[in-house]
């Protein structure tokens, strides 16, 4: 297995682990094909959610244009690593 495979599997569990904890859902039914909706994750999760990940990555998500596309955890998570990662190989 490559680092790099390591380090994406680390990333996105501590990106799991933040949105459970920002959004109150249970970490055990938190899937990366489960609806965001479905989790009844609001519109005040979300702006909870973007805060601690950008605090925690030093990165910045535009609530307005980026987030209006996504719709289940996989989304989140593959936008905010993408963020994540442009920030750390500038």
């Keep these: 297995m490559r680092n790099d495979d390591v380090?994406?599997?680390q990333l996105e569990a501590e990106l799991l682990d933040l949105v459970a904890e920002e959004a109150m859902v249970d970490r055990a039914v938190l899937r990366?094909?489960?609806?965001?909706?479905?989790?009844?994750?609001?519109?005040?999760?979300?702006?909870?959610i973007l805060m601690a990940i950008?605090?925690?990555?030093?990165?910045?998500?535009?609530?307005?244009?980026?987030m209006?596309?996504?719709?289940?955890?996989?989304?989140l998570l593959t936008l905010a690593t993408k963020k994540i990662t442009a920030e750390t190989t500038e």
């Design 32 to 48: 990366t094909d489960a609806k965001l909706e479905d989790l009844d994750i609001a519109s005040a999760d979300f702006v909870m």
């Design 68 to 75: 209006a596309d996504l719709t289940t955890v996989q989304d």
């Design 54 to 66: 950008e605090e925690k990555y030093g990165i910045y998500i535009s609530v307005d244009n980026e």
């Design 7 to 9: 380090d994406d599997k």
